[in-house]
């Protein structure tokens, strides 16, 4: 016996491991998963597509450009970045009700956020609130990390310099007069940029934080007076800034500017004439960029976008197609089953 | 293994390096005498030219040595050169009597003062020239006097040699051919493609940089109220950062980790070899063993295998498996209702209890032959004394019943071996007597001639005395011969034995007939006179010798026929059908002669009876080489090409032009032997040999050397876009298997030398169907399965950076968080794919060895091209748009579902990977064909690990931590709650793999391979498992009958009945026979005529050396009779 065990001394184990037999479920593209799957696919894919267009129907959008390109335009005033402190309206009518909540927007075009260097240039540990870099901020905003006399910037670095600075006030023109729609500012960031990501140092007051430190050369006032009626909407917390500085993937993008949510148009805009006064500050021109404001409502799928709906529609349109062909495929040249 | 040296090194030998022998004779003359010596044991690494070895029997010769003394008489000694030449007889060479007479005295050994003069080393086996001086007499060397290395010493106690050349100068290495660095196909088309991929990561990264630099003057330099440039850099400026910078985030298209992967991949596939238990062999306790893990894949990419016969097809063992007497066949067995069973490890064997003397390795199934012999049957008593007294057998008997044969081929030691078992014992010899134990009584036959075998006679036979003084004559040989001269009497038997013949040709056996006839006193004292009187003649001797042997060999009474197994190692017929039916060309190669060769070709099933034509070029120079070879061509295609279209052409290059396979109709065999292939190998004829080869079905090279394997070798992989392998035993072979793409050694034998040169080792020639049809086939389908999904990963990855750049303005942003970046072949893909190259089978082995024309894909290169790479790249360019340009448009302009943001940067690359990775994992699902539980996961696994890791890094934990590495805190949370997010990778995933699955369908449907035919077949069969394959033993319906034993040389006889031994009685040896004899006979020791490459004579010896006494003393008559 114990000859016998030497012998086989070498025999490799015999485990479906090493012999490779491991039990395994081997599908295969045959006719009967291929064909129906593809009509249920195409079945599935058309009925979301249906309902993602109804939803995408359903939403309101209501987009005006106010760059001020047009010499009609009332903004065309302002489109000249000689002109200081230039304020214009955008008169329009609802004819019907603006359902709510509605979101108002501002949107700005060929603005390439997506910039590499554009959207490096920034301090996150000066962001969080890390006083060390309030003092020697990261290389990377440069040329926004010391102003001409070597002081710090904070917030520093490009995308915080260039925080988008127009201000906007809706009025509903009722019997003569202007009636202003309450905006909401707050939520409009995400809830982890503004309890999280974002702090403020904890100094008070605020200001004192910011000592020996300069604010960015384009805005008007430091970042420690951005909301000075509510402390908690101040410094690098502050909606908008979070807003902005949550850089857009792609060119063009919108942003949110605020919410309508309150008092008489909690449920929406109702019909009539409105007029929005612009704070226009930010200048596009220059690189051929636009600015639009846009109000909109959302729905389960977010805002309006047809896109997806289309895409699904085409998509399951096609498939339920290809399941035609492949079953006359099929039919006709049946796989060969016999040769071999 | 350790030889003796006697130490130091004695004076007076030396090595001449140089064709004229100047240059260090003066050296070696004046060395001083050395005194006192002794033998002591030696690694073979230490023994240097000039030193003189002792060999013991059954020990490897260490160095090419120059025979000095020996055991034996005459000393002689016998060796086995199956490693050399692969044939399997023993051969004898003779020292010089100058040196045999010092024998095993070392002080004389030491203190001989003589001086070696030879030619350089070479490569050639069969000739050697040089001169011994000693005393001022020179002696004439030749290959008569030389043990080569890699020979087997035999039946010879011990040996003297002087080294003569060592290591790598000894002829066996001068044949062994280099050793190249192997890689395969795949590898090399992997450079190429990665040379491709570098080219074309140049081309996207200049078309970005032109990007950048057109941007940055539109666009880049109005941006600058928002985004400064920085100082001294203009468009042109940025457009060269930009190319670098594209050059890092791109560089994921040349797959660093590939080459590691591949590797790792390689290795798992080689360990499967190693564990195959199906290619383990239990009686020899030898598992598989890959010895070079990165050839893997080429093994399921076999166009051409050249094997070694002798150890590799044949076990190199001769047994006798039947016989036919007197009209009755015996060696079957049969079952109770009559049928023929078959014959295996369980079969009940012949029990020799009976016969004392009996050899218990024999083996024999058919106890009516027993009976037969018990019962005294006159007929069977005279076939088996007839094979007890027939032969030039010599007996060795040092303890008392243990029989020891020394036969000089293994056909003459089976059939002495069966007789001894059966009763008839040859005990021992003298030249006039030969004593045989019948049925355990000892008669003692006077022998009073041997009529000796040769190639022409095809016979040989004995004249005996009986005891009780019966003169008879037993004759064996080929059954034409035999039949030319039986009696009349014969007819009715010779019909019957004729057909047993048919039948034991028909399964491939060795087939002799026997015959014997009574002569009168009168008649054969009157032939012995003039025999005698032939045997001394000066003039036509051996005309005369052979008119004589044709006069009495006539008038023969048949007994019966013989049928002896060259044994094939197990399964070989089938290994062989199963690799033709995959498509794989098997050429044999082999040193062993043409006979042999042919009758192993037939019982391979290689060549058959049916086949159109068998060519067999066996020419002694270029011209008739060549025509043969055109005939041989105008044969098969008749009309076809003019000659002119066999010069090699060479285009501008220096690559020889890739010769296309060409169809043929019918099946031809092709047999050439060295000589000829000598001048066919040469530059102006081997386009026409690899031509006219390739059109064969089967070709078999006989008489070739070492050096000239590797030569077919390499004309194959010269002028043949296709992957060979060279599979063999011995040391011959082992330039062979240096030579081919795989080599593989047959392990488990005694020598290594071909195990340790080769890339895969295992025990039997049978293995290698499963080492190729399933191992090979395995590896190469998960290397290329591997390959396109790598690549076709890598290239969609980064393809969406290339649609991004026209987003963010040409600036080197990656779309993806750096994490992802990292993380994404290491950590996220890395396993699945991995996974699927080590698991991955489309049918399992069973199925693999049932549909060998599975393997074809593999050989056509179907799996991984450059064209399958083309169609994997467009693969990815199609995903990469699908990937990003859907949730581009679906993040366009959109918000979530409370109206914050959703289009920004930061969940806008989430989206992106997220797509990615759901998407390759699909893709992986869907080339994945065998899902096993480890698969699964990995598959899974490597999803959970993304949303893990994903959600983790994005954790405000994490962010907390460190600020500024984990920007993206957040996102995943904000993002994917989104249901328009989901329904975006939803879209994305289903778009980039439902044309794959729709076109792969149609494809199965328009034009299946034949993998999805075997799928479906079992898909179907799943229920109810195939048959296992048929291991039932291929009866052929051949009707070819080989001739005499062919492994036996000529000559023989004449030592056996040599009086000469008398006068050099053996020294240890008492008992038995001892045997002597002029060397002549011994001359062809393989290949006595040699070959020559060059097409010089063979022949001419160098002048210089002059004829010794030894060589006069051999011209002179034999007396002997």
Known sequence: MMKEELETANRPDNTAFTQQRLPAWQPMLSAGIVIPGFVLIGLAFIGIGVALFIASQNITVLERDYTGVETVSDCYKCSNPSVKNCTCKLDFSLSNLFEGPVFFYYGLSNYFQSQRAYGASKDEYQLSGDLDYFKTPNSACSPYQYDANNNPIVPCGSLANSMFNDTFKLYQMVNGTKKLVPFDGKGIAWWTDYNIKYRNPSVTPLKNAFNGTVKPPFWSKPAYELDTSDPSNNGFVNQDFLVWMRRAALPDFRKLYRRITEGDYASGLPAGNYSLEIAYNYPVLSFGGRKKVVFSNVSWMGGKNQFLGIAYLVVGSLCVVMSMVMLIVYAKFKFPEDDK | ?1121
């Open chain 2, 1 to 1121: 293994m350790q030889g003796q040296t006697a130490d130091p090194v004695p004076q007076g030998t030396a090595l001449d390096k140089q064709p004229s022998c100047q240059t260090w004779r003066g050296d070696s003359v004046n060395m001083p005498p050395f005194t006192s010596s002794r033998l002591r044991s030696e690694k073979w690494m230490d023994v240097h030219v000039g030193d003189i070895i002792k060999l013991g029997n059954n020990q490897f010769v260490t160095a090419d040595l120059l025979l000095l003394s020996s055991s034996e008489p005459l000393n002689l000694v016998y060796i086995e050169t199956a490693e050399l030449d692969g044939e399997t007889n023993l051969k004898v060479k003779q020292a010089v009597t100058v040196t045999g007479d010092m024998g095993d005295n070392i002080h004389n050994l030491a203190s001989f003062n003589g001086e070696v003069c030879c030619e350089p080393p070479n490569n050639r086996l069969d000739r050697f020239t040089g001169t011994l001086t000693n005393a001022g007499q020179k002696y004439s060397l030749d290959n008569d006097k030389i043990l080569l290395r890699g020979c087997t010493l035999r039946n010879t106690e011990w040996c003297f040699g002087l080294v003569l050349f060592g290591g790598p100068e000894t002829k066996l290495m001068q044949n062994c051919g280099k050793t190249t660095f192997k890689r395969t196909s795949i590898d090399r088309l992997m450079n190429v493609l990665v040379l491709c991929i570098f080219g074309f990561l140049a081309f996207m990264c200049t078309i970005l940089a032109i990007g950048n630099r057109i941007w940055e003057q539109l666009w880049g330099s109005e941006f600058t109220a928002f985004l400064p440039r920085q100082g001294g850099v203009d468009a042109s400026f940025s457009g060269f950062l930009t190319f670098w910078s594209y050059v890092i985030i791109l560089n994921t298209v040349v797959p660093i980790s590939l080459y590691v992967s591949v590797e790792v991949i390689r290795l798992g596939n080689s360990f499967y070899i190693d564990w195959d238990r199906k290619m383990y062999h239990a009686s020899s306790d030898t598992p598989a063993k890959a010895r070079t893990t990165t050839l893997n894949e080429e093994l399921g990419q076999i166009k051409y295998i050249f094997s070694d016969k002798t150890g590799t097809l044949t076990q190199n063992i001769m047994t006798f498996n039947k016989c036919s007497i007197n009209g009755k066949s015996y060696g079957d067995v049969f079952g109770y209702t009559g049928q023929r069973l078959e014959i295996n490890e369980h079969t009940d064997t012949v029990d020799w209890s009976f016969n004392p003397l009996a050899d218990h390795h024999f083996s024999f199934h058919d106890h009516s032959l027993v009976e037969a012999v018990k019962l005294k049957s006159p007929e069977v008593q005279s076939f088996f004394r007839l094979l007890a007294l027939c032969h030039t057998v010599m007996a060795e008997e040092k303890i008392e019943g243990e029989l020891l044969y020394q036969a000089q081929s293994p056909d003459e030691g089976a059939l002495v071996t069966a007789a001894r078992n059966f009763g008839f014992v040859f005990r021992s010899r003298t030249p006039e007597s030969v004593t045989i134990v019948e049925m355990g009584e000892q008669h003692s036959y006077e022998l009073l001639a041997i009529l000796d075998f040769n190639n022409v006679r095809k016979r040989m036979s004995v004249i005996v005395r009986s005891p009780e003084g019966k003169l008879c004559l037993y004759c064996k040989g080929a059954d034409t011969m035999v039949y030319e001269r039986l009696h009349q009497s014969c007819t009715k038997l010779m019909d019957v034995t004729t057909e047993h013949l048919n039948e034991f040709a028909g399964e491939g056996l060795r087939t002799l007939a026997l015959a014997y006839k009574d002569l009168d006193e009168e008649y054969f004292s009157w032939w012995k006179q003039r025999h005698h009187e032939a045997s001394t003649a000066l003039e036509d001797r051996e005309d005369k010798l052979d008119l004589l042997y044709e006069e009495i060999e006539k008038d023969l009474m048949l007994l019966g026929a013989t049928a002896i197994e060259d044994k094939l190692q197990d399964g070989v017929p089938q290994t062989i059908e199963q690799l033709a039916k995959a498509d794989i060309k098997i050429w044999v190669l082999t040193g062993d002669k043409q006979e042999t060769a042919e009758n192993i070709g037939y019982s391979c099933n290689m060549l058959r009876e049916e086949m159109n034509d068998i060519f067999i070029v066996s020419a002694n120079n270029p011209d008739d080489v060549r025509q043969e070879l055109r005939n041989a061509w105008s044969t098969m295609k008749p009309g076809a090409e003019e000659a002119a279209n066999f010069m090699p052409e060479r285009t501008l290059g220096n690559k020889p032009k890739v010769v296309r396979d060409e169809e043929v109709n019918g099946e031809y065999g092709l047999i050439i032997n060295g000589h000829s292939l000598a001048f066919a190998l040469e530059r102006s004829m081997e386009l026409l040999l690899l031509r006219t080869a390739c059109l064969c079905k089967t070709v078999i090279c006989c008489r070739v050397t070492p050096l000239q394997k590797a030569q077919v070798v390499e004309l194959v992989k010269k002028y043949k876009q296709a992957v060979t392998l060279a599979i063999g035993d011995g040391a011959n072979d082992v330039s062979m298997i240096k030579a081919a793409h795989i080599g593989v050694g047959i392990s488990g034998q005694e020598g290594m030398q071909a195990v340790l040169s080769s890339d895969y080792s295992f025990a039997q020639f049978r293995f290698l169907e499963r080492l190729l049809l399933v191992h090979g086939r395995w590896s190469y389908l998960r290397m290329c399965k591997f390959l396109r999904y790598f690549f076709y990963k890598n290239f969609t990855f980064t393809f969406v950076h290339f649609w991004y750049a026209f987003f963010c303005g040409f600036s080197a942003q990656t779309v993806y968080d750096e994490w992802f970046i990292t993380l994404y072949n290491l950590v996220y893909t890395a396993l699945p794919v991995l996974g699927m190259s080590l698991f991955d089978q489309d049918v399992n082995d069973m199925w693999s060895s049932q549909h060998p024309q599975l393997y074809i894909p593999g050989q056509m290169n179907q799996y991984f091209s450059k064209t399958a790479f083309f169609k994997c790249s467009l693969h990815s360019v199609y995903s990469s748009v699908v990937l990003f340009f859907i949730p581009f448009a679906a993040m366009c302009d959109t918000v979530r579902d409370d109206g914050r943001d959703i289009a920004d940067y930061q969940s806008f690359a989430l989206l992106a990977q997220t797509c990615l990775v759901i998407t390759v994992c699909l893709q992986l699902g869907l080339d994945l064909s065998y899902w096993t539980a480890v698969n699964q996961f990995f598959v899974w696994g490597s999803l959970a690990m993304y949303f893990t890791v994903t959600f983790t890094m994005y954790s405000n934990g994490s962010y907390l931590i460190s600020p500024a590495s984990f920007p993206f805190i957040g996102t995943a949370r904000n993002s994917l709650n989104q249901p328009n997010v989901w329904l975006t990778i939803l879209l994305s995933a289903i778009l980039c793999v439902l044309p794959v699955v729709a076109y792969r369908f149609l494809l199965i449907q328009l034009r299946p391979t034949i993998n999805d035919k075997v799928m479906f077949k079992v898909r179907q069969a799943k229920a109810a498992p195939p048959p296992p394959a048929r291991r039932a033993r291929i009866r052929r319906t051949s009707s070819r009958r080989s001739g005499y034993a062919f492994s036996h040389a000529a000559g023989y006889g004449d030592l056996v009945t040599s009086n000469r031994f008398l006068r050099r009685p053996a020294v240890t040896r008492s008992t038995a026979f001892t045997p002597l004899g002029r060397t002549t006979g011994f001359s062809p020791t393989g290949r006595s005529a040699g070959y020559s490459p060059t097409g010089n004579a063979l022949n001419s010896r160098p002048q210089d050396v002059e004829v010794t006494s030894l060589q006069m003393y051999r011209t002179v008559p034999d007396p002997a009779f």
